[in-house]
């Protein structure tokens, strides 16, 4: 609900926003279902570690004004120079962080904010693809990540499965 009591409709629109000291409180109050706790960590979490890491852009994700979400990318674009090597071959926004709200999950606001998400990362010079990673393990999000062309790579980092999206 937003300021005004609202709740967001369906067909609220869905935007990506700033973490500000006005809204913070809205998104760290935000969790998922508890079985997918082990899926992502706590947006209070993704927040402070977004602070030390120059390659992390984050954003709120609101559906009519209310947060509904969050997302965190890394976007190694504005600090090439610290790049890992895999960067340096194939320029890439990973998506670190994406969770909705369990208030929220089923009305549509998450496959909106993906798809600003990849509009994103498509928009970044240089980037020819988007990777993630999630835990492989009864109710996982990869089905979700499929709708939008993600495919598994076969390579697994810290006990999670990578997905890629080509650009090109």
């Not at 998922?32 to 984050?58: D, R, Y």
């Not at 509904?68 to 090439?80: K, N, P, R």
């Not at 598994?152 to 080509?166: S, W």
Request: net charge negative; with cysteine; charged share 25%.
């Amino acid at each position: 609900m937003d300021a005004t009591g609202i709740e967001p409709g369906r067909d609220s629109p869905v935007a990506l926003v700033a973490i500000t000291k006005g809204n913070l409180r809205d998104y760290l109050r935000l969790e998922v279902a508890p079985a997918q706790e082990g899926f992502v960590a706590p947006n209070a979490v993704s927040i402070a570690q977004a602070h030390f890491h120059p390659e992390a852009w984050f954003r709120g994700i609101a559906a009519g004004g209310t947060a509904v979400g969050f997302a965190m990318l890394e976007d190694w674009s504005q600090c090439a120079e610290g790049a890992p090597e895999d960067w340096r071959r194939e320029p890439y926004v990973g998506l670190w962080r994406f969770m909705v709200d369990k208030r929220w999950q089923g009305h549509g606001f998450g496959a909106q904010a993906m798809r600003l998400l990849i509009d994103h990362a498509r928009a970044i010079h240089g980037t020819r693809a988007m990777l993630l990673s999630f835990v492989d393990a009864p109710g996982s999000p990869e089905a979700f990540y499929r709708r939008f062309g993600f495919e598994r790579t076969g390579e697994v980092i810290e006990g999670e499965h990578v997905m890629r999206l080509a650009f090109c």
